[in-house]
């Protein structure tokens, strides 16, 4: 997957060789869009929310939950045929984190 400079805007920019490192190994068109649905919203949280820890932080949390429930090595082996589980545990994440 091609990743543009104009994607990488919303990534501080420390962050953006890994992001889009991360984003063109990604193969699987579903999968990257539920990665990049992570990213945006860990940034949004990150950007409204003082937060004691890093964005970057709280989307390892997400794909660690993914990884364990789904018996991941690596986020980047997530199918799309996982994406729709992967969803649900990231809105249930999502939820969880608003309290």
Avoid: S
């Avoid at 420390?14 to 940034?43: C, F, G, M, S, Y």
């Avoid at 970057?56 to 429930?69: E, F, Q, S």
């Avoid at 980047?76 to 045929?81: G, Q, R, V």
Wanted: aromatic fraction near 10%.
């Amino acid at each position: 997957m091609q990743v543009t400079e104009e994607q990488l805007k919303v990534f501080p920019e420390e962050d953006r060789p890994w992001v889009r490192k991360a984003l063109t190994n990604q193969r699987n068109p579903k999968a990257v869009a539920l990665k990049q649905e992570i990213h945006d919203w860990a940034h949004e949280k990150y950007e409204k929310h003082e937060l004691p820890f890093r964005w970057v932080d709280l989307v390892a949390a997400v794909h660690t939950v993914i990884k364990l429930r789904l018996n991941l090595k690596n986020i980047l082996t997530l199918t799309d045929e996982q994406v729709p589980e992967a969803r649900k545990l990231f809105e249930k994440f999502k939820a969880d984190f608003d309290i």
